[in-house]
């Protein structure tokens, strides 16, 4: 039942216009609401304008703004981790509505040089402190906004400029969670915050008594959007350093889904209902049927949002609306690939063409100077391209007739990923290398290996990975969850993340009613004897979404963050980062493409990157660090700050590892490297290794839809529902051919 700690009048329309050029809402609160005084910085962030109508219910506006200020929250309580020298906050509620109490809350992490102590009877000063502590201590933070901390990588925060890491969970857009934020990010002078939210399997019980499925999209980003106005709020308050300006998001998968959505949708009107419906802070109805998104501090009004000004995403399995018929066209480019069934190859030859369609209708065209490469083979990269993608069986015989412009770019940034990969291996820590009989070379042998030396025999698959470290300087992948010096779980970054590609029982559904799809099918269908009796289910479940929600929105539409990239409706983030494994079967690498040329076109600073070798939700490489990024983007974008960040530079290996035989892949056949500075791939040889990696049987069927990625789920007496557009005209046009070939 919904623990309801605050009635909210609700308003169902909704409007939000965007603005630019606000000066800093931190910098104004702090200096004007009576919190700390802030150190100037230029921001990126935008402000967005709503209705200057009264808010319905005031009253019900200040209570939610009473229960979510943490100076008021006589629960709160602050551990000190003295190893990581970081507080962590006890879990607490981030809305004053909680369907799912141990889903919607938040914890934070502080470094420990920002605090002076902990207030514990109200008067502002510090009675525990660091040097006293012993025990978890209820009572409010003594900020010290003069302390600074040099991050890992020689960039320099304080108590208010430091960047606000949000971790968001929610892998396999399930639900996470309330854990305890992790204090790996003290040391960089990061503030760490970990959120619970609901997700698809969520279940409530209703008033009869009865127990109902209650996890449909958008409920997992809502929250996660909810979660950041409250820890922006409290900055405001002075309640918790860092800066409202420089809040990063991160996750992995179908955490990495929603790192993206959110920056994507940040602080889309959109979304107000549904933070309304939780009694979110700074999203209040107003008397025209529209949304007030500013909160009062000592009688100022202050505009608040739930938007980032970065983020990393670690294999963001979206955008979901696309997923089907991209995977299915990755697939069929390679001429060669076995399907298990000529079912599986009829859907992935019409869902290819629908793709094509797709994306020749989009009309995507980009500088060459934004991506980095010549395209059009002129000698420069002053050029403005239209992608597209075209078919031509004879020009293109060995990709299945599909080429162009689209997958000009595609092959590129394979190619590029693979160069710096091979570039990269003298970071290669305790790798074990050997020689063309299959031996181990001597430690001197390693200490002698140039780069060349190594790169060629990355590509013959002569080595084998440390079994302890994979990262690089700086650490790996970020960590939101687990308490302090704790692991993430699994599933989120920081946690075991091993290659699904092994996975060949990939079980997706509802608790009920579950259907199981793998790399390896040979059945279309378990849960329907007829194609026909499929087809009727895609085209009622369409129909039910397609009608909207209780909010009138279509579901779909609100987890496609195309739909928002360059919208005048949203703040567009500072810049972003999507890393995918190369090798990974989770997701096409035409999302994270798309989802670039978006960003790229809407003026954000977006970087993809594939890592060669590398599975689902792979961890940071060689040079590489979730730090580094960060502190690097500091210093590019905002005044004052250290600009030189660069990683260190590399140890080159001196002793050989330990394996007893190379477990590395041999790419050989794949790649041309006569010249290992200068190596590439065909379209064909790229096509292959993607679908050598593939951990799912072609999308695009069944009830699994993608994976087991999902905008909804089902009830006990119906499965997930179906919501793919595409797939379903390929089902429709093809009706009679595709009967014939269904789980014969």
Known sequence: MKNKIVALVLAVTMIGVTGCGAASTAEKASTEAGSSASEATESETQSTETSEAAVSDEAAKESIEAALDLSQNEDQEWSYDSDADAWVLSITPYVTIQELPDQQGASVAVPGAYVKGIDTDGDGEADVTADS????????????????????NGQVYTASTSPVIINTGAAGYGSQQNQLASTQYAEDGYINVSIGNRGKQDTIENENGETVYTGDAPSCLSDQKSAIRFIKYNILLGNLPGSTDYFVSTGGSGGGAHAAMVAA?????????????????????????SYSTT???????YEISDGVWGSIAYSAITSLYEADMAMAFEYYLDADNDFNTDFQKKMAEYLSQEYMDYINSKNITINESQVGFDLNGDGDMDDDIKLTIEYDKDKYPDTNGYGGTYLDLYLDVFNQNLQWYLDNLDYAEDWTWFDESGNALSDDEVAAMTTEDKAKAFIEGRYAKSETNQGGPGGGMPG???????????GAPGADSSDKSDNKDMVVGTPDAGTSQSAGSSVDSSNYSSFDEML???????????????????????????????????EAPTWTRILCGAAEGDISMFNSLNMQLAWLNAGTDCKIEWQWNGGHVPSEIFSESFSLYVDQMYGKYVDGAVTDIKAAAAEKQTKNGTADEATGTDISSWVNYDDVSNVSVTLKDAAAYRVDGASKSTPGFDVMDYGQEDYVFGNTEKDARHWSEHVLNVMKEHKDELAELFNK
């Open 536 to 570: 009727e289910a895609y085209e009622s479940d369409i129909e039910e979404i397609s009608e909207g929600d209780k909010h009138g929105n279509n579901i779909v539409d609100l987890y496609n963050p195309l739909n928002y990239i360059g919208s005048d409706d949203v």
């Open 480 to 490: 939101g969850n687990g308490g302090p010096g704790g692991a993430a779980p699994a």
């Open 295 to 301: 909160v009062t501090i000592d009688g100022k009004d």
């Open 133 to 152: 502590y012993s025990d978890a201590v209820k009572g409010s933070l003594v900020i010290d906004y003069d302390a600074k901390i040099t991050s890992t």
């Open 265 to 289: 949708t940040s602080n889309s009107s959109d979304f107000y209902p549904y933070q309304a419906d939780e009694g979110a802070v700074g999203v209040y109805a107003t008397d025209d049927g």
